[in-house]
């Protein structure tokens, strides 16, 4: 049976809310004071950064035209972005660029002295891509690495993108279902090419039964900002801790790097898989609000 256009929009805005409150927990991170194991609401309003808001202009497009147009994504991305959210340096280039008239492909390929960016922006934001594709994995990983090129030409940062959106994927398509969490890593391999990524996906898997702290050590945080340093920790998170979204953000934010990132990813698949009743309600509440043009 066809999906309807419903139900993927359903799909996709509980992974962007997963992902976006896992964004603004994991900012939290970043001030000593707030980083508590319990957070509340009296502290005001959550922030969210470039993560939720790149992610919500995939979804935006998505939601118009039913796949990915890469140059409408691009210039999305350019026309939305604000700097108080925290963009990376090679964003920041490549929207500088797309503003003043340049061509987005050229732009990200000559990201970082030509081998374009290898950075985890777009395994970030592509949660909701893939419950949006859940029906199809193959399809998943293609709109995936089309909606990262823009921004990450880099066949890494791609790879990055594509395991993040195949486990999103079936975790949305196992929605009501029993789910082992390692499965997810298992379908991530079985869409990303060989490399550094894939390398760590694999290594992930040996680790299943090692403490977090440890598990970071050896994959990488997300400090180095790179989709490899980034994604095999991130589905070992989510693997682990499948059904406790406080726990797994909580994880994210214990082993500290790019925590905001971090619990983003993995706060847009567990919401993919178990909707956003898995999200505690206060920390909903204290969220910022999603901006308003997603439903304009």
């Known amino acids: 049976m066809p999906v309807s256009t419903t139900t993927r929009q359903t799909l996709a805005l509980d992974s962007l809310t997963g992902l976006s409150v896992g964004d603004a927990f994991g900012e939290r991170g970043f001030e000593p004071h707030l980083r508590v194991t319990s957070p509340t609401c009296t502290d005001g309003r959550w922030p969210w950064t470039d993560d939720t808001q790149m ?4 979804l ?4 118009r035209f039913g796949e990915i147009d890469q140059t409408i994504l691009a210039r999305a991305f350019a026309e939305r972005a604000e700097p108080h959210r925290n963009y990376g340096y090679g ?6 660029g797309i503003r003043r008239g340049g061509e987005w492909r050229a732009l990200s390929r000559g990201l970082f002295k ?3 960016s290898w950075g985890n922006g777009g395994a970030m934001r592509i949660a909701p891509l893939g419950a949006w594709f859940h029906d199809d994995l193959d399809r998943a990983a293609a709109q995936a690495a089309a909606a990262s090129e823009v921004t990450h030409a880099h066949p890494e940062g791609v790879a990055g993108a594509v395991a993040i959106a195949v486990a999103a994927a079936h975790a949305a398509a196992a929605r009501g279902g029993t789910l ?3 499965e997810l890593i298992d379908t991530a391999l079985a869409h990303v090419t060989e490399g550094y990524v894939h390398d760590g996906l694999r290594r992930a898997k040996e680790l299943l039964d090692r403490p977090a702290a440890e598990v970071a050590a050896e994959l990488g945080n997300g400090s180095q ?3 490899p340093d980034t994604v095999p920790f991130a589905l070992w998170t989510v693997a682990t801790r499948l059904d406790d979204y406080p726990a797994a953000l909580r994880t994210c934010v214990e082993v500290g790097g790019d925590m905001d990132t971090m619990a983003a990813i993995v706060g847009g698949v567990i919401a993919a ?3 956003t009743s898995c999200i505690p309600e206060e920390w909903l509440e204290a969220r910022e609000p999603l901006p308003g043009w997603l439903w304009s």
């Open 91 to 96: 964003a920041i280039q490549l929207i500088d």
């Open 225 to 227: 900002i790179s989709a």
């Open 60 to 63: 935006d497009v998505l939601t």
């Open 180 to 182: 082992a969490g390692p």
């Open 273 to 275: 898989h178990h909707g």
């Open 114 to 116: 030509g081998s374009g």
């Open 55 to 58: 992610a919500c202009s995939v």
